[in-house]
């Protein structure tokens, strides 16, 4: 059978663009598919700064009649991570300073055209263009790419079929419906059965009602979206398409975030059987943030965005109690996020001059310099489709402290309290139910117990080091996906519908509307 060809269409790719989690396994995917001998290539915006961070860069198209104006298409090769890329060229959309806010933190105004027109330019190569590769699979990740799958029917293209992977279900992209004939979306999508949702216009909707098939990041994720709790609202449309839905857990990049040979931890290097150098690497990141050099002092690490979804706010109140109750504890920060949490963590690393230290913004070099020295990773969340942090932190020898939530609760083993300490010698970290300052407060106590036993405490550092969760492993089930799709769609005939008639759900609820029950018909 012919290689299947997928564009993975995506607003990020690590190294050339990342906010988050989203970055990382988007690259991590393509680099493993390309690896296993599929055709992958990638189709991203040319943010500022992306073109000089690429080689190899030849024009394929000019696009006339996009959303937001003329684009022009390039394909060019990302040295870093040895992917072909196309960008997707307009200044005028892309040339700014963030990827998804301005310098103040607001969302651009123009987002909507942004993305869409990152749609249509996928859509144009599903179409075929001269120069560059015709896929047989649309890839479309998270809300940024959800109108493909839409377009891709309104054009009629039934030899291509798409893939929606969710990444996160609480980013949803929604814009006013007035919008939809600019951003060329035919009216009879934007039905309350099409991409309308709430009176807007969701891309995120559009994307699970249009696809063929839909994927999302984990298995405990992909039982929770299905229930009101989890489903900020789709989860009817989701029990609908339940059929259709995917968990394919993500993986770790583990050559990117290894401690034997991180660049990051300059000549600092230890893995599970030679962990001397941990030891070292909390030093240096002692030393570095000014914190006390103190070998016994347990310290405690939490890097990631700074929001409600990461319960900044919880451990904004969790932290100053924790470290009253245990003098022997330190805390290390590297984030941003919610402006109000960014400002509580500063003033307690005022307060506790030498034991906790905060550093503000985004940097990727902290990121990995915090996984190494720490002894323990908190990591908060009121829902989390993957998390990869908690594995980042696992392989660095960092023993996460997580919710019982989405992906951690499949990643993260933790026999419970009940057990006692010998069950915990199996454990790789601490789970914790609930979003109060009680309950993570509590957790911590418990790591800190866990901690003092320095016997259990090496057997759990060693277990999650020794956690395979590499991309390999973890594309396999795209790689079958896309090839019982493409094997059901040999191009140029017709397939049969995949969306089945679907029933009406009676209720959803709005995330952001404080619980009244909508009716909702699809
Ligand atoms: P999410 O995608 O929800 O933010 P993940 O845990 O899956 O959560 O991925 C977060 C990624 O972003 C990780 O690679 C993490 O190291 C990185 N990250 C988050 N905040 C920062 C920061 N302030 N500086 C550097 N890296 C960060
Ligand atoms: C999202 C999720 C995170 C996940 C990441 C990569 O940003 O919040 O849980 O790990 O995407 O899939």
């Given at each position: 059978?012919?290689?299947?060809?997928?564009?993975?269409?995506?607003?990020?790719?690590?190294?050339?663009?990342?906010?988050?989690?989203?970055?990382?396994?988007?690259?991590?995917?393509?680099?493993?598919?390309?690896?296993?001998?599929?055709?992958?290539?990638?189709?991203?915006?040319?943010?500022?700064?992306?073109?000089?961070?690429?080689?190899?860069?030849?024009?394929?198209?000019?696009?006339?009649?996009?959303?937001?104006?003329?684009?022009?298409?390039?394909?060019?090769?990302?040295?870093?991570?040895?992917?072909?890329?196309?960008?997707?060229?307009?200044?005028?959309?892309?040339?700014?300073?963030?990827?998804?806010?301005?310098?103040?933190?607001?969302?651009?105004?123009?987002?909507?055209?942004?993305?869409?027109?990152?749609?249509?330019?996928?859509?144009?190569?599903?179409?075929?263009?001269?120069?560059?590769?015709?896929?047989?699979?649309?890839?479309?990740?998270?809300?940024?790419?959800?109108?493909?799958?839409?377009?891709?029917?309104?054009?009629?293209?039934?030899?291509?079929?798409?893939?929606?992977?969710?990444?996160?279900?609480?980013?949803?992209?929604?814009?006013?419906?007035?919008?939809?004939?600019?951003?060329?979306?035919?009216?009879?999508?934007?039905?309350?059965?099409?991409?309308?949702?709430?009176?807007?216009?969701?891309?995120?909707?559009?994307?699970l009602r249009y696809a063929d098939r839909i994927t999302t990041v984990s298995r405990n994720y992909a039982r929770e979206i299905l229930t009101p709790e989890f489903g900020c609202g789709l989860d009817p449309l989701l029990r609908a398409r339940a059929a259709d839905l995917v968990p394919i857990p993500n993986g770790i990049d583990d050559i990117l975030w290894n401690p034997a040979s991180d660049p990051h931890l300059g000549r600092i290097g230890y893995s599970a059987r030679k962990p001397a150098g941990k030891t070292q690497a909390k030093r240096a990141l002692q030393n570095a943030l000014g914190l006390h050099?103190?070998?016994?002092?347990?310290?405690?690490?939490?890097?990631?965005?700074?929001?409600?979804?990461?319960?900044?706010?919880?451990?904004?109140?969790?932290?100053?109690?924790?470290?009253?109750?245990?003098?022997?504890?330190?805390?290390?920060?590297?984030?941003?996020?919610?402006?109000?949490?960014?400002?509580?963590?500063?003033?307690?690393?005022?307060?506790?001059?030498?034991?906790?230290?905060?550093?503000?913004?985004?940097?990727?070099?902290?990121?990995?310099?915090?996984?190494?020295?720490?002894?323990?990773?908190?990591?908060?969340?009121?829902?989390?489709?993957?998390?990869?942090?908690?594995?980042?932190?696992?392989?660095?020898?960092?023993?996460?402290?997580?919710?019982?939530?989405?992906?951690?609760?499949?990643?993260?083993?933790?026999?419970?309290?009940?057990?006692?300490?010998?069950?915990?010698?199996?454990?790789?970290?601490?789970?914790?139910?609930?979003?109060?300052?009680?309950?993570?407060?509590?957790?911590?106590?418990?790591?800190?117990?866990?901690?003092?036993?320095?016997?259990?405490?090496?057997?759990?550092?060693?277990?999650?080091?020794?956690?395979?969760?590499?991309?390999?492993?973890?594309?396999?089930?795209?790689?079958?996906?896309?090839?019982?799709?493409?094997?059901?769609?040999?191009?140029?005939?017709?397939?049969?519908?995949?969306?089945?008639?679907?029933?009406?759900?009676?209720?959803?609820?709005?995330?952001?509307?404080?619980?009244?029950?909508?009716?909702?018909?699809?």
């Amino acid at each position: 059978m012919a290689r299947t060809r997928s564009l993975m269409v995506a607003s990020e790719a690590f190294p050339l663009a990342k906010s988050g989690g989203l970055g990382d396994a988007v690259t991590g995917l393509a680099q493993a598919l390309s690896r296993a001998d599929t055709e992958v290539g990638l189709l991203m915006p040319a943010y500022r700064g992306v073109r000089e961070r690429v080689v190899g860069t030849h024009h394929i198209a000019h696009l006339a009649g996009m959303p937001g104006g003329e684009a022009t298409l390039v394909g060019a090769l990302c040295p870093e991570s040895g992917l072909p890329v196309y960008l997707l060229c307009n200044d005028a959309l892309y040339d700014r300073h963030g990827l998804y806010q301005d310098e103040h933190g607001q969302p651009y105004a123009d987002n909507a055209l942004r993305y869409a027109a990152l749609a249509h330019a996928a859509v144009r190569m599903a179409g075929g263009l001269p120069g560059a590769r015709q896929p047989d699979i649309l890839h479309a990740q998270d809300w940024h790419a959800g109108l493909v799958p839409l377009l891709v029917r309104a054009a009629g293209l039934r030899y291509v079929k798409t893939v929606f992977t969710v990444h996160n279900l609480a980013f949803q992209g929604m814009f006013p419906l007035a919008c939809a004939r600019e951003l060329g979306i035919p009216e009879s999508y934007c039905t309350d059965d099409g991409a309308r949702f709430y009176d807007q216009l969701s891309f995120l909707k559009a994307g699970l009602r249009y696809a063929d098939r839909i994927t999302t990041v984990s298995r405990n994720y992909a039982r929770e979206i299905l229930t009101p709790e989890f489903g900020c609202g789709l989860d009817p449309l989701l029990r609908a398409r339940a059929a259709d839905l995917v968990p394919i857990p993500n993986g770790i990049d583990d050559i990117l975030w290894n401690p034997a040979s991180d660049p990051h931890l300059g000549r600092i290097g230890y893995s599970a059987r030679k962990p001397a150098g941990k030891t070292q690497a909390k030093r240096a990141l002692q030393n570095a943030l000014g914190l006390h050099v103190e070998r016994g002092a347990a310290l405690l690490a939490m890097g990631s965005r700074l929001t409600e979804q990461k319960m900044a706010d919880v451990a904004v109140q969790a932290l100053p109690a924790a470290m009253e109750r245990h003098p022997g504890l330190q805390v290390a920060v590297i984030g941003c996020g919610d402006h109000r949490y960014e400002q509580a963590l500063v003033e307690l690393a005022a307060r506790y001059p030498g034991r906790c230290a905060v550093r503000i913004g985004y940097d990727e070099g902290i990121a990995h310099r915090l996984h190494a020295g720490a002894d323990m990773l908190l990591h908060g969340s009121r829902f989390e489709p993957f998390g990869l942090t908690p594995l980042y932190a696992m392989r660095y020898g960092a023993v996460p402290i997580g919710s019982r939530v989405g992906g951690m609760a499949d990643t993260i083993v933790d026999p419970g309290e009940l057990g006692g300490d010998k069950a915990m010698l199996a454990a790789t970290g601490v789970l914790f139910d609930g979003d109060s300052p009680h309950d993570m407060g509590q957790a911590i106590d418990r790591a800190l117990r866990l901690y003092a036993q320095p016997a259990v405490w090496r057997c759990m550092q060693r277990n999650g080091m020794a956690c395979e969760f590499g991309w390999d492993m973890a594309a396999r089930p795209y790689i079958d996906l896309f090839a019982s799709l493409a094997g059901a769609s040999p191009r140029g005939q017709v397939p049969a519908p995949t969306i089945r008639p679907e029933p009406v759900p009676a209720y959803a609820r709005h995330p952001l509307d404080g619980g009244i029950p909508v009716p909702l018909a699809y």
